[in-house]
């Protein structure tokens, strides 16, 4: 006869699981908490009975949502230990987690550092678990999941928040834990997630190039402001960006850019490729903006835009 888990009401305050079995971090509670309080908990939280008492191993977000209700019980489905490993666990809670609502950074990372935990290999892991889920991380990405998995809370928390590419934080993540604790002071600056990308990738630029160490590049660019650090970093990485930015906004007031248009290097300077951004509003004629950019290249300075090596 096939097993049936019990259905029952189960103390919050006995429930152990949260280290083995926690996939959600980082998340918001109030909409869960208005749900609960509007038509009471309509899905059971999963528990295993185990000889040391009750595991939870998926709800995390409902227990803390019933527990800021003061709520002393909860539904839950209870499965006995022999007929529920903790292996088999985990990938439920896993599934449950990943299906309905994805997985964020964090909990990606959680999920590749506990399934390693538990003697799975990481082609496994890649196929098995997030392929199936659709998550699209791939065996190469696992190591650096577990990197980001052994980052302090602050920095996983940022990093979460701002939905970061892991392929833009590889250099990031593979440096010592030290090296990562000097360039904390980056998130006090706030940097949005392009802007943090745009400081990294530039570091990692001038440390593997000039070969020096991280600690000489961060007390170069030192400063209490995030646009006097970008505007160090380009220095450093771009030895002629001074120069040319004093050419470039020279030229752009010859060619009578009308103010509307901004017209910015793609690549600091490296490359004769430019990027047109244009605000609009109501009050704007939009006609007038384009046949003066239409003048501006059409004009005899127009080339010296391209010509980045002229004097």
């Known amino acids: 006869m096939e097993y049936q888990p019990a259905f029952t009401k189960v103390p ?15 998340r918001p509670l109030e909409p869960l908490l208005k749900s609960i309080q509007a038509i009471g908990q309509t899905t059971p939280i999963l528990c295993r009975q185990t000889k040391n008492g009750l595991e939870l191993f998926s709800g995390f977000q409902r ?23 903790e292996a088999r666990a985990f990938r439920i809670a896993f599934f449950e987690n990943a299906c ?7 909990e990606q990372a ?45 920095w996983k928390q940022y990093l979460t928040e701002k939905d970061l590419s892991l392929k833009h934080l590889a250099w990031f993540l593979r440096l010592p ?15 949005t997630a392009s802007q943090l990308r745009q400081v ?16 000489r590049i961060l ?3 030192a400063a209490p402001k995030l646009e006097p650090v970008l505007a160090k970093l380009r220095e450093l990485r771009y030895p002629q960006f001074v120069k040319l930015s004093s050419r470039h906004r020279k030229l752009l007031r010859e060619l009578k850019i009308p103010a509307e248009a901004k017209l910015e290097p ?20 939009a006609l007038k903006i384009f046949e003066q950019l239409l003048q501006a290249a059409a004009g005899p300075d127009w080339q010296k835009l391209f010509e980045l090596d002229e004097d």
């Open 100 to 106: 309905t609502r994805g997985l964020n950074p964090a």
């Open 12 to 26: 919050l305050p006995d429930l152990a699981g949260e280290a083995q079995y926690r996939l959600s971090f980082f």
């Open 200 to 215: 990294l990738e530039m570091i990692e630029e001038v440390q593997k190039r000039d070969q020096i160490q991280l600690e």
């Open 266 to 285: 793609a690549d600091f300077f490296e490359g004769p490729e430019y990027r047109l951004q244009i605000s609009l509003d109501r009050g704007k004629d």
């Open 63 to 85: 227990r803390d949502a019933l527990r800021k209700l003061r709520k002393k019980t909860a539904l839950a489905l209870v499965f006995d230990a022999k007929e529920m490993s």
């Open 219 to 221: 007390k170069a660019i």
């Open 110 to 154: 959680k999920a590749a550092q506990r399934l390693k935990e538990l003697g799975v290999g990481d082609l496994e892991i890649a196929r098995s678990f997030f392929s199936e889920a659709g998550l699209g991380v791939g065996v190469n990405t696992i190591g650096l999941l577990r990197n980001l998995f052994e980052l302090d809370r602050e």
């Open 177 to 191: 834990r030290e090296d990562q604790a000097t360039l904390k002071f980056l998130l006090k600056l706030r940097p």
